[in-house]
């Protein structure tokens, strides 16, 4: 399933300039109308300071505002930690990017919290300390983190504009634009001086060229989407602003051509709350300013890529995690409500605004729009219900998904509540954005948790997007379900890409059955001719049953090999068979149970695997490694390694003759 959309079918077109122009002069018409750009009569409601104020004193942000409070005391109290040149130049030294940039983000959320604190008009000394904190910000070395930088030499900063700059600009822009009767005029003249100098004179005077402006994934819409929110809040000419606006909707044309229509994002969920959500803070805040004029948020591809989310929401806030994306992902909750009430999307979270502290890189478009946007009345949902959208299949994509419960006696006699399963398998390719060599992949999932699972994204090193990365345990195939074949594990690249023979998902959506070659995977693989992995899965009946079932049947065909200068050809059984080895992935710890059996026990469930013991052999290994936050995580490798058989073998000699290797297992999900 190749991703072939491109631009030219992308969910929204170029407007006229003609229509950009009229929108952007009616935009600079109020604000001359206000007088002053910078009152709150030309600001969007987004940064209203009263309207912000009433929210943070509604009952559903009381945990958020307690937790705001406590972290806004503390950076009252404290000063800002320090950008040293012996931080910055650790990542161009020794490719180390941790430390500097825990005291970025610590700068920001700093900022962040007095920001939304000071507010409060009563509240002594607030605004004494955010102008101190924007201007220790504006005098900052550079936006960007050095990670983006290369060696972080001055030819390589200056104008340079990656990910956090923009992010940067758009902070300081709403801030200012919130304050802007309170803050001293120097602070405000800074600001605008430091937006013009790194970013609207590179970007719109100079029209540099930048690589993520063409990009089909977040940097695009992150990058654009900051620098456009900012340039429609602070840039007073109309021509710049005319440019402003038609380069960010070129560059959210490129973004949206790397979805298909199915709406799935390749990086995952997480970074689907990234780019999907700087896309639409953008859309929106350009839908207010032009009056209507100008709203990105309209077609069918927009409202595919709004419900990806619920598509793979497995249950309890665990997601299908491929790529560099976690199982556990903290959705913002005003941007789901925000996408809910606009495309009508069924949510099956429970409703949940995310802690001020929830974000270590405490980006400021998510906290401001949690406060303004989030809506209870958008997660109305039936506990224990089944899942609407039971069976999917994301085509361009290459993502299989199949839900449904399991009735889940209790103890307490008094508590009956369904279990929530699935299944996911994918295809796609090993050139994706933040690609893992994992085509073939599966998980399986019961109770809120991936039991079979994915290890997600490992700790950001310079290794981790160098030449070589394929070895890591997050990205290599060993990391993943996925088999070795004569000791080869999957080839990076484009080539190597996943054809999808079938998939096809039941009428009644019990059944789910797919059939991939990954033969191309591969290409060290000397002997293999041909590997499809098939597998079906078999929901619970009526709804809601007792046990599901996932069939996976893996083939690998050889080829005729030359074992003499006469070229004779022997049959399979009479040399010894090419290596195989079966991989499963999971957190939870294998049980074998007896021979041919192994189980692995979740908190609410039990899978049990049955396979061939005659001619698989079980291993098990404990993998200790480090997550994305560099916090410690053990892994669980099982592996099947395959057993030569003679041609007396219980196998059979049709089988042990063939020029294949067949491995057929039968995994079962039952409650506790």
């Not at 949510?347 to 303004?372: G, K, Q, S, Y």
Request: charged fraction near 20%; charge should be negative.
């Amino acid at each position: 399933m190749e991703n072939t959309n491109q631009s030219n079918v992308s969910s929204i077109s170029m407007p006229d300039s003609t229509v950009i122009q009229q929108a952007v002069h009616r935009i600079i018409q109020n604000r001359k109308r206000s007088q002053q750009v910078l009152l709150a009569s030309a600001a969007p409601s987004i940064c209203s300071i009263d309207a912000i104020g009433k929210a943070l004193v509604q009952p559903e942000l009381a945990s958020f505002y307690t937790d705001l409070s406590n972290y806004g005391e503390r950076a009252l109290n404290e000063s800002l930690p320090s950008l040293s040149f012996g931080l910055y130049r650790k990542f161009g030294d020794t490719g180390e990017r941790k430390l500097y940039e825990d005291a970025y983000f610590e700068r920001r959320g700093r900022l962040a919290a007095i920001a939304l604190l000071a507010v409060d008009s009563n509240a002594p000394g607030w605004i004494e300390t955010l102008e101190d904190m924007l201007w220790d910000v504006c005098g900052e070395y550079t936006w960007c983190l050095p990670a983006h930088l290369g060696t972080g030499e001055v030819e390589q900063v200056n104008g340079n504009i990656d990910l956090f700059a923009a992010e940067t600009v758009h902070m300081l822009a709403e801030i200012v634009t919130i304050h802007a009767d309170r803050l001293d005029t120097r602070i405000i003249h800074r600001i605008r001086a430091e937006a013009e100098r790194r970013i609207f004179t590179p970007l719109y005077r100079e029209q540099r060229a930048y690589h993520w402006q063409d990009a089909d994934h977040n940097w695009s819409a992150v990058c654009s989407g900051c620098c456009g929110m900012a340039g429609l809040l602070l840039l007073e000419e109309e021509s710049i602003l005319t440019e402003s606006v038609g380069q960010t909707i070129r560059s959210m044309q490129a973004f949206l051509s790397g979805y298909g229509m199915d709406g799935g994002c390749a990086e995952g969920i997480g970074y689907w709350v990234y780019g999907f959500g700087y896309f639409v803070y953008y859309a929106d805040m350009l839908r207010e300013y032009s009056e209507g004029e100008l709203d990105l948020l309209n077609g069918s591809k927009i409202a595919a890529i709004a419900a990806f989310p619920m598509r793979v929401h497995l249950s309890g806030g665990t997601f299908v995690n491929y790529s560099d994306s976690a199982e556990q992902q903290e959705i913002p909750s005003g941007l789901l409500s925000l996408l809910a009430s606009r495309f009508c999307i069924q949510m099956d979270l429970p409703f949940h605004i995310p802690l001020f502290t929830d974000d270590p890189c405490h980006r400021w478009a998510h906290l401001l729009r949690n406060v303004m946007w989030s809506s209870p009345a958008m997660y109305l949902q039936e506990a224990g219900a089944v899942p609407a959208e039971r069976g999917i299949i994301l085509d361009d994509l290459g993502w299989m998904i199949a839900k449904g419960v399991l009735d889940s006696p209790s103890a307490d006699l008094t508590r009956d509540e369904p279990l929530a399963i699935a299944f996911s398998v994918k295809a796609g390719h090993n050139d994706e954005p933040h690609n893992h060599n994992d085509l073939g992949q599966f998980m399986i999932h019961c109770g809120g948790e991936n039991i079979l699972c994915d290890p997600g994204a490992g700790l950001y090193t310079q290794a981790y997007f160098a030449p070589g990365r394929e070895q890591l345990f997050h990205i290599s195939s060993s990391g993943h379900s996925v088999p070795r074949i004569e000791g080869k594990e999957q080839s990076s690249g484009r080539e190597a890409q996943a054809q999808v023979l079938a998939a096809k998902v039941s009428d009644n959506d019990r059944t789910l059955d797919a059939c991939l070659e990954l033969t191309a995977a591969y290409p060290e693989a000397a002997s293999l001719a041909r590997y499809t992995r098939q597998l079906h899965w078999s929901g619970p009946a009526n709804d809601v049953g007792s046990m599901a079932e996932l069939r996976l049947k893996d083939r690998f065909q050889w080829k005729n090999r030359e074992v003499s200068s006469s070229s004779t050809l022997h049959s399979v059984g009479e040399l010894q068979r090419p290596s195989v080895t079966e991989q499963f992935i999971s957190r939870r710890v294998p049980e074998k149970v007896n021979e041919g059996q192994i189980q692995w026990h979740g908190e609410q469930a039990t899978v049990c695997m049955t396979y061939d013991a005659n001619q698989w052999h079980a291993d098990i290994e404990i993998i200790n490694t480090v997550d994305h936050d560099n916090m410690p995580v053990t892994f669980y490798r099982t592996s099947l390694d395959w057993r030569e058989q003679s041609n007396n073998s219980s196998a059979g000699n049709d089988e042990v003759n063939s020029l294949e290797t067949v491995c057929e297992l039968k995994f079962t999900i039952e409650p506790k």
